[in-house]
């Protein structure tokens, strides 16, 4: 185990009030954290039970599971909450359902069925698809504001913030009706009980002594609030943070946080820590050259004596094909010559629609590989469909989901049926389940209508007893039998191997059912088939299923998804204009959360960075000249070595900012 420099150990040690460690990329911020646990538990003898870690990604927060897993072991480890901000809003919630209302098994929407309601409430206005994702977004940071719909509505500007406004209005109504609350509410839902019932806060305070979170700087309003009122007056808090990898202001993230704090805190003490202990020094200085451009609240200084390090490559390709066959070629290179393994590569990139190409070259040229992120597990239809199965199963009251599998596989109950049976719900104020139940249906609907809306509501319920009394995975197992959803699958997919694929996914879903169980049984026997649900809803399962396999591979991935980890070799690619910084910031100006994004992506490596760009892409079906992103020609162009430019303009442009540069820092060392 590495030792801790005195500024590490300084901010382990400190247990006296809060803490802030303020500090560039790689220099031992999550070490301090996973360190800290381990202090407090082992020599403060605080019970892992009443101490919490949050950070913001499922990736991140496995991360730092397994690196306290190494730290705190068996019995001393129990209780210890190690989770993402909304997992730990999601146990608030679901231990505190009953004083908020909620039903124990309520929903949780993700972002497409957050997205299917408000189309649904939005239709009748002939909304197009793009303007429904507005509106998705605009309530996402209301939520995030704390705003409730009347306040946004009071604020509203224009008519298309008034449309917003009455559409989050209409949506919190059908929220509630569902017994559902989406991603945001993970929060915001914790932040308004802890307000309205101090008696509550009260026990989770008694709860949580002492809290720490990583990543500070991406916090937005709601989870800052959800940090104060947990942590109350005693102040019991170690938070780190670099406001240069502040790279979530688009989803209402506030590095005005950092300052905050200070002003919340009066007692708060900063730490520093200045040495990196990731990355060579060119890569080092290439991150502080580059970021440097961005204007700066804080002073920071960042050193390495990991020695100078291979050169930073920054290689040309003719176009986006070539550009990928390079990396290619140059991992499986590398791969041959020195042993490295893959899984020691990571390729990062703008925009998840970059993988796509990627894919195809890294297959052709057998490099193994995993994608984060991206197409997730649970967007895929068969995985919806079943999940939509269980949650009805566990929520009655979810009419979307209902909606869904109510003719997956067929049942021949058509679209009129269940417009009629809509409208009764709606008049009844039940929901569409409950509906299928009622006397007065037979007012509205044909017999055989009712009858076999009754043969699924019985089907249901039978399924639902059998997860109550016998085994629950047995019982979704039979679920999934009885309707012959393999059947279905095979009739309604092209091709076998789709298929194939496609049934896979089902049957990892139901292991995965299995795993969470156990494991929710670990800290709580009495844990069923709601809690499973639940719990699974929130995490991405295909990370769980990168965790479970720690095979050879080199990693995918966008710049946001990598935050927090390291690897010894990386590439970026994509460093073009447009794409690098993004276009959309071109226009709206907010060129310096994508040069975070840079800084982020070249503090990711140790040894090797290696930056890539196509002089051409193609775009809407035609070839486009691309411009070499501004980052390359921020970072010290004497460390740099081009490849793939020819002896033209531009790399005399190359070779004379180089020589300019190198003139600079000449005269910058007199
Ligand atoms: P980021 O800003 O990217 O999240 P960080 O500040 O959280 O980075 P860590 O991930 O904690 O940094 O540490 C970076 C690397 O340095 C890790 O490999 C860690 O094991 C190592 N490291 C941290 N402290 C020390 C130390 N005192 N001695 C040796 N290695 C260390
Ligand atoms: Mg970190």
């Known amino acids: 185990m590495s030792k801790l420099n005195p500024r590490q150990k300084e901010a382990v040690e400190y247990v006296g009030g809060p803490l802030l460690v303020l500090a560039g990329a790689g220099s031992g911020k999550t070490s301090v954290i996973t360190r800290k646990i381990a202090y407090l538990i082992q020599k403060c003898g605080v019970e ?30 129990r209780g210890l909450t190690v989770s993402t901000f909304h997992n730990l809003g999601l146990n608030i919630i679901r231990r505190e359902h009953r004083i908020l209302g909620l039903k124990a098994a309520f929903s949780l929407f993700d972002d497409q069925d957050s997205k299917a309601l408000l189309r649904d409430l939005m239709l009748h206005q002939n909304e197009d698809a793009e303007q429904v994702d507005t509106v998705r977004n605009q309530i996402s940071n209301w939520k995030n504001d704390m705003l409730e719909p009347a306040q ?56 949580i002594r002492y809290l720490l979170v990583d990543e500070y700087q991406d916090t937005n309003l709601s989870q800052y609030r959800l940090v104060r009122q947990l942590v109350g007056h005693r102040g019991a ?22 300052v905050q704090l200070n002003e919340d805190f009066p007692s708060l003490k900063v730490v ?12 080092l200085k290439a991150a502080n050259t580059l970021i440097a451009n961005n204007p700066h609240v804080f002073d920071k200084t960042l050193w390495s004596d990991m020695g100078f390090g291979d050169p930073i490559r920054v290689i040309y390709n003719r176009n986006e094909e070539t550009e990928c066959e390079r990396i290619a070629t140059e991992i ?11 899984k020691d590569f990571a390729i990062l990139y703008r925009g998840n629609f970059q993988a796509r190409l990627l894919e195809v070259k890294l297959q052709a040229y057998q490099v193994p590989y995993k994608l ?27 009419d979307n989901a209902f909606l869904r599998i ?37 007012q509205v609907l044909p017999a055989q209508a009712i009858e076999r809306l009754r043969r699924f509501r019985d089907w249901m319920q039978r399924i639902y007893r059998q997860c109550q009394q016998a085994d629950p995975v047995d019982a979704i197992r039979e679920m999934v039998r009885d309707i012959d959803y393999e059947g ?20 990892f879903l139901l292991d995965s059912i299995r795993s969470t169980l156990d494991r929710l049984r670990e800290d709580d026997p009495d844990a069923g088939i709601e809690e499973t649900i639940t719990r699974l809803i929130l995490l991405d399962l295909l990370d769980r299923q990168e965790e479970e396999d720690d095979s050879d591979r080199v990693q995918l991935m966008t710049l946001h998804a990598s935050k927090g980890l390291e690897f010894p070799h990386v590439f970026m690619m994509g460093m073009e204009e447009e794409l690098l910084p993004h276009r959309n910031s071109i226009e709206m100006d907010t060129i310096e959360e994508e040069r975070r994004l840079a800084y982020v992506g070249i503090t990711r490596a140790r040894e090797t960075l290696t930056m890539t760009l196509a002089r051409q892409r193609k775009q809407y079906g035609e070839m486009v000249d691309c411009l070499p992103s501004r980052f390359i020609d921020e970072v010290p162009q004497e460390d740099l070595v081009i490849e793939g430019l020819e002896r033209n303009q531009d790399q005399n442009r190359a070779r004379g900012k180089a020589t300019l540069n190198s003139l600079k820092s000449l005269l910058d060392s007199f």
């Open 272 to 283: 520093k820590l200045e040495q990196n202990y990731r990355s060579t020094r060119l890569i």
């Open 48 to 77: 892992g039970r009443h101490i919490a870690a949050v950070t913001f990604t499922n990736k991140a927060s496995r991360e730092m599971k397994e690196r306290v897993g190494q730290l705190v072991k068996g019995k001393e480890a």
């Open 332 to 342: 499986l290179d590398r791969h041959l010559r020195k042993a490295t393994p893959f």
């Open 372 to 398: 984060s992120g991206g197409t997730s597990f649970f967007s895929r239809a068969e995985i919806k469909d079943v999940m939509a199965y269980l949650k009805v199963l566990i929520n009655p009251d979810d």
């Open 152 to 207: 946004a509505l009071a604020q509203a500007a224009g008519p298309d913030d008034i449309l917003a406004a009455r559409a989050y209005e209409a949506y919190e109504i059908h929220l509630r009706a569902y017994n559902a609350v989406d991603f945001d509410d993970l929060i915001l839902i914790p932040v308004r009980l802890f307000q309205n019932h101090p008696e509550v806060l009260d026990r989770w305070q008694g709860r």
């Open 406 to 442: 109510i003719n997956t596989p067929r049942r021949e109950i058509g679209p009129n049926t269940l417009q009629k049976l809509g409208t009764y719900a709606s008049e009844r104020q039940v929901g569409l389940y409950a509906a299928c139940d009622e006397m007065g249906l037979e």
């Open 237 to 258: 808090l170690t938070v780190v943070g670099d406001d240069d990898q502040s790279i979530y202001a688009w989803r209402g993230a506030r590095p005005e946080n950092l």
């Open 488 to 507: 279905w699958i095979r009739q309604n997919t092209a091709s076998e191997a789709a298929a194939d694929k496609r049934v896979q996914n089902v049957w």
